[in-house]
């Protein structure tokens, strides 16, 4: 079985400065990882993903994250933040588990960006 | 690519009533779709696998008879709400797994729709 926490479920920060949101996850498996953000009464967009090969990886709209296996963490930065990116962020496991994928979600992280 | 809708985007329902929402993969096939169900101010939460042209696979607490699953074709998924009640009120979001493209198979990426927002009264 496999888990995601998302330690922080509102990150207030000021237009411009730089953010992260963190993930940590739990595994028996290999497992692939991903971050998507939800603006308010829509569905999920994949920002970025990580499934093998150099550990940063970069998204869409400014955004990276790093994976670290040791620390089991996948944390999601932005050097610079804009008022557009105030949304839900959700951090997902992919794991294969009785022959089928099967993705866990966390519980998410309200970014919001001050003027 | 790997683009998918949902249809309705918002639905109102009196109790005791049935609520159709569809699911569809426009520019691929998906042989594999997900349901997902999510609380206010809470994540998602499987529902059910959707298997193209055999029975969905439920998670565990997901009543079968209440939320009915339908794979009929390669590119759309149905999810019923039968007899739905305010406690069923949340919002549902489906997904399927993006194509590998020339190689065949599928990633273990998944795009999802937009939701659909289902109030009963």
């Known amino acids: 079985a496999q888990s995601v926490t998302q330690l922080d479920s509102q990150v207030p920060v000021f237009e411009e400065a730089p953010v992260e949101l963190r993930c940590n996850y739990s595994?028996?498996?290999?497992?692939?990882l991903f971050w998507y953000v939800q603006y308010p009464n829509q569905g999920l967009q994949l920002l970025l993903k990580?499934?093998?090969?150099?550990?940063l990886v970069k998204g869409i709209n400014g955004f990276e994250a790093e994976f670290n296996k040791s620390q089991t963490s996948f944390h999601l930065r932005k050097p610079s933040v804009h008022i557009s990116d105030t949304a839900e962020y959700f951090c997902?496991?992919?794991?294969?588990?009785?022959?089928?994928?099967?993705?866990?979600f966390g519980t998410g992280t309200k970014l919001q960006v001050i003027p | 690519g790997a683009v998918v809708s949902q249809h309705p985007s918002r639905v109102i329902c009196k109790s005791g009533t049935s609520v159709k929402i569809e699911c569809r993969s426009l520019d691929f096939q998906a042989t594999t779709m997900f349901w997902y169900r999510q609380f206010p101010k809470k994540s998602l939460m499987l529902m059910a696998t959707?298997?193209?042209?055999?029975?969905?696979?439920?998670e565990q607490g997901v009543e079968k008879d209440k939320f009915l699953i339908n794979h009929a074709s390669l590119t759309l998924s149905t999810l019923t709400v039968t007899s739905a009640h305010p406690e069923d009120s949340s919002f549902y979001i489906c997904?399927?797994?993006?194509?590998?493209?020339?190689?065949?198979?599928?990633?273990?990426?998944?795009?999802f729709g937009p939701g659909t927002r289902l109030t009963v009264l």
């Open positions: 997902a496991v992919s794991a294969h588990s009785g022959g089928y994928q099967k993705v866990t």
């Open positions: 595994s028996s498996v290999s497992v692939y």
């Open positions: 997904s399927a797994r993006a194509p590998r493209g020339k190689t065949g198979g599928f990633t273990d990426t998944q795009y």
């Open positions: 959707s298997n193209e042209g055999s029975k969905a696979t439920y």
């Open positions: 990580y499934l093998s090969g150099s550990t």
